[in-house]
């Protein structure tokens, strides 16, 4: 039987390259996010591939997730991977200028409804038992800190010491949970973060040969692919333009 993968957040960037992705390996998918028409849309196309269940749901809502979750069909039900992708970052002000309806929105996406995800569809990872395994969406923002990453950068750290503390809760089941890290990738969510403002976008990433969609997807498929015995538990990635820089001191 094929395997079949859950993705949070397919409407765009690396949850739909991770769609497309795993439909060429050959793996069943389970879609979802809040826009329905490209939901839609890339599970029409990807049908011809593979077995696709597109669910138009947004992460935060609890109860919403907690009935599509027990509502799945029979042959989606049994799992083998969770993609917790969904997730995004509003704003880069200075903390003390931000808006609280920002930082609310991103504890609950990034946060809040990557643990309902996981905890609902845990059981049926448990069930699969070995070579069963989650993939969540840390940043380095989550690692470093850099100024205006206040919230967004908290909520990742957040997602990487709970993969890890799963680690612990889930030895024995042959669950796998690995937190993945990237730096600069193009993809729509620096549209998001900056409103919409497509000169920003096009600033961030000018000249900077950022890592793709698809560059995600790939590491991430091949991170569930590897022997049922071993655990990759974090992987930052960064593009080969991307570095540290100096501390700063802000002189009087
Ligand atoms: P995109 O903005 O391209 O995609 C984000 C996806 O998340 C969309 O499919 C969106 O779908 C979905 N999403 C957002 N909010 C919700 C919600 N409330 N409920 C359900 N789905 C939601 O960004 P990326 O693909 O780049 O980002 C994916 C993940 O990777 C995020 O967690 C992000 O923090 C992380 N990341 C991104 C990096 C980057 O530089 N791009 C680097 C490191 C990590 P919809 O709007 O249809 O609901
Ligand atoms: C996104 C990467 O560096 O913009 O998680 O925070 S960064």
Request: net charge negative; with cysteine.
């Amino acid at each position: 039987m094929q395997p079949t993968v859950f993705i949070t957040g397919a409407t765009s960037g690396f949850g739909e390259a991770c769609a497309r992705r795993f439909a060429t390996a050959g793996w069943s998918l389970i879609i979802s996010g809040r826009r329905s028409e490209r939901l839609q849309a890339l599970a029409d196309e990807l049908a011809a591939q593979t077995d696709v269940l597109p669910l138009v749901l947004d992460v935060r809502d609890r109860s919403a997730m907690e009935t599509a979750i027990a509502n799945l069909p029979p042959r989606f039900a049994s799992l083998r991977a969770l993609v917790n992708n969904a997730g995004l970052a509003l704003g880069s002000d200075p903390a003390q200028d931000c808006d609280l309806d920002h930082w609310e929105t991103m504890v609950d996406t990034n946060i809040k409804g990557l643990l309902y995800a996981t905890r609902l569809l845990l059981p049926r990872l448990i069930a699969h038992g070995a070579g069963a395994g989650i993939v969540n969406l840390g940043s380095i923002a989550g690692n470093w800190p850099y100024p205006g990453s206040h919230v967004y950068g908290a909520s990742k750290a957040f997602v990487r010491q709970f993969s890890l503390n799963l680690r612990c809760d889930l030895q024995g089941t042959g669950v796998r949970v690995t937190n993945l890290e990237p730096g600069l990738c193009e993809s729509e969510f620096s549209l998001v973060r900056f409103a919409g403002d497509q000169a920003r976008y096009d600033a961030i990433y000018e000249g900077a040969n950022a890592i793709q969609p698809a560059d995600i997807a790939e590491t991430i498929l091949w991170i569930l692919q590897q022997p049922a015995h071993l655990n990759i538990n974090s992987l930052e990635l960064m593009p080969v333009s991307q570095a540290w820089n100096n501390f700063a001191i802000h002189r009087a």
